[in-house]
């Protein structure tokens, strides 16, 4: 049974170390807004919309050659705030580890002080995916960047005649959570999971170390690899890393359809508010979401 098409990422929930610096670094460096604080927990976002929920744990530390995540991908709306995204991220001279150009997307590569994987990217419009005999296609070739470096100097240029760096920006409204990237121990039962149980499609499949996955035909929601190790075992208990993410349907008959695949295929479903929870076979959780409906105009 197909998950609606509509479906999307919706926020994601880390663990880590230290709450302050962890702020300091979504903040100043990739522009969110702080939405709520309470002890121990900090919930950030782009416009209305949550987007990141950070938990401290003091003893946390990454855990390297285990399932867990590879990164979250913040999608913003344009070419433009993926350029503004890149000069910001140069002004904080915050350390990167890649440049891609996906052919369906741009895309920046770091990662948060904890070692949790972030690409920052920008989709091209559909109309120019490419296809070859009905399929996706997707590379991961070198990004322009000198090309996007000169787009935010002019763009920088028009706001700002002095060049002098701006405050830390501010992501835009219509960002969200673009999709998951995640190490798995075994790509066969995790493709069977996600596909016959809870109902994505495959759009593309990599040398055989990794799939990619999505609803209504977007290029990936959900992607999985093996690069940590074929049957890599889960981080241990207090680890830092990925708790769990959203998966957002339009609304609770969704949502109970989602839930009502999940039980014909076998697979254990709990509820916590209105949020369906379920494991996927390498034990990322997910929740299955009804999206909240939009704030009157």
């Known amino acids: 049974m197909p998950i609606h098409p509509e479906t999307i990422i919706g926020a994601v929930h880390l663990t880590i170390a230290n709450l302050d610096r962890s702020l300091r670094f979504y903040i100043d460096r990739l522009g969110f807004q702080l939405s709520a604080r309470q002890e121990g927990k900090a919930t950030l976002g782009a416009g209305d919309h949550d987007l990141l929920v950070l938990y401290e744990a ?45 052919l369906v997307s741009e895309a920046i590569y770091l990662a948060d002080p904890d070692g949790n994987g972030i690409e920052v990217y920008r989709d091209r419009p559909r109309a120019e995916w490419p296809y070859v005999d009905g399929r996706l296609q997707m590379a991961t070739d070198p990004l322009d960047v000198e090309n996007l470096l000169r787009e935010a100097d002019r763009d920088a240029r028009g706001t700002d005649p002095t060049g002098v760096a701006a405050p830390a920006a501010v992501l835009p409204a219509g960002t969200r959570i673009g999709h998951m990237h995640l190490h798995v121990s075994f790509l066969e039962d995790t493709e069977e999971f996600y596909t016959r149980a809870l109902g994505l499609d495959v759009t593309a499949r990599y040398g055989g170390s990794a799939t990619f996955m999505s609803a209504g035909g977007y290029h990936h929601h959900v992607a999985a690899n093996t690069w940590a190790g074929v049957g890599a075992p889960w981080p241990p208990k ?51 979401t009804p999206q909240p409906p939009s704030p009157p105009q």
Request: glycine residues 10%; aromatic residues 4%.
């Open 238 to 288: 207090g680890a830092a890393g990925l708790r769990r993410f959203e998966l957002l349907v339009p609304d609770r008959r969704a949502r109970d359809g989602a839930g009502e695949s999940l039980q014909r295929a076998g697979i254990s479903v709990s509820s916590e508010g209105e949020a369906l929870l379920v494991e996927d076979p390498s034990g990322h959780v997910i929740a299955v």
């Open 58 to 102: 003091p003893d946390a530390k990454p855990a390297p050659r285990t399932a867990g995540l590879y990164h979250f991908a913040i999608l913003v709306p344009s070419r433009i705030d993926l350029a503004r995204a890149l000069r910001q991220l140069a002004i904080r001279q915050t350390p990167m580890q890649g440049f891609s150009d996906h």
